[in-house]
């Protein structure tokens, strides 16, 4: 089931300047599986498992979302963004 979210992250996967535009649980998911600099770290896992979750209709997409956000911190991807994107997540203004 495809979860499009309200708002799309856009992080860096592919080296300096080359971000992917991720906007929904399924481009999460093939994010994680497929273009995730290592596939080790306990945000790293929740996110996979927030990512079935969410396509089995089990988990809300913002869950996903946040998930898939503290999955980048933790890996040290440039999410591009003028404010913290666990902010943007929340709801939160920019800084």
Known sequence: ?????DQAIELNLGGP????TVRSTEEAAVCLMERWPTATGEAYLEAQKACLAGLEGSLPSESVRLAFIDAAVEANIHIRSFSDPRDIAMGKRSR
């Open 17 to 20: 300047g080359r971000y992917r």
């Open 1 to 5: 089931m495809e979860q499009e979210w």
